[in-house]
Structure formats: structure tokens, C-alpha cells
Nanobody, 126 residues
């Protein structure tokens, strides 16, 4: 199994920044890609960003391009999401996810990820 634990969420004013972290443990050798999703109350979970653990290739949702940056540290089995210029619309529970599949066209699809963290709350006030 793979276990994922998110941290770094909190309350921040619009225009501010937060850095989320995701620590992976267990069968980490089986992780080929990781991503971040978010879900606001009453809304569907949506894709935020993804990264290949081997090549570093990244992809972002249009809503966060230019503001968020996903990165990884393979030696530490960690993935990060640097969030800048935060907006109230970014308020959500943010989930870290891991996939045992080679990075490809389905990086934005929930079902492509086999492992999920329990989430960390991000609240952006206006």
C-alpha cells in the first residue's frame, strides 16, 4: 500500500501564499506520478496539478496556471504545491494523489490515481 499525508493548509488572505506538502510512505517505489485535486463543499473534486516522478513533467488546470507550482523531491518521497496570488475561489480541501501508471494523457482524471490522502483545508479570505 501507499499512504499519503497532506500538510500546510490554513487560512490566508487573498493575494497571499501557501505551500502544501504531501508525504508518501509504504510502497513508494510503485509511484510513477502524483497530483493535487481540490474540492469545495457541495462541488465536484477538480484537478489542480500533476507531475511525473521520473521526468518532472507538469500539468496544471487553467484556473491555477501562473499562480501554482507543483514540484517533487524523490529522495524524500515528497510532493509540494506552492500556491501564490491566492483567490477566494481557491478555498477548498486539497487532496494529494498518487498513480502507479506511467505519466500520460489521463493525468487530470480522478480514476487514474490509485492512492489518496485525507486532505488539508485551504481557506482564502477576501
Amino acid at each position: 500500500q501507499v499512504q499519503l499525508v497532506e500538510s500546510g493548509g490554513g487560512l490566508v488572505q487573498a493575494g497571499g501564499s501557501l505551500r502544501l506538502s504531501c508525504a508518501a510512505s509504504g510502497r513508494t517505489f510503485s509511484i510513477y506520478a502524483m497530483g493535487w485535486f481540490r474540492q469545495a463543499p457541495g462541488k465536484e473534486r477538480e484537478f489542480v496539478a500533476a507531475i511525473s516522478m521520473f521526468t518532472g513533467t507538469t500539468n496544471y488546470a487553467d484556473s491555477v496556471k501562473g499562480r501554482f507550482t507543483i514540484s517533487r523531491d524523490n529522495a524524500k518521497n515528497m510532493v509540494y504545491l506552492q500556491m501564490n496570488s491566492l483567490k477566494p475561489e481557491d478555498t477548498a480541501v486539497y487532496y494529494c494523489a498518487a498513480s502507479p501508471q506511467n505519466y500520460g494523457r489521463r493525468y487530470y482524471v480522478e480514476s487514474w490515481y490509485a492512492y489518496w490522502g485525507q486532505g488539508t483545508q485551504v481557506t482564502v479570505s477576501s
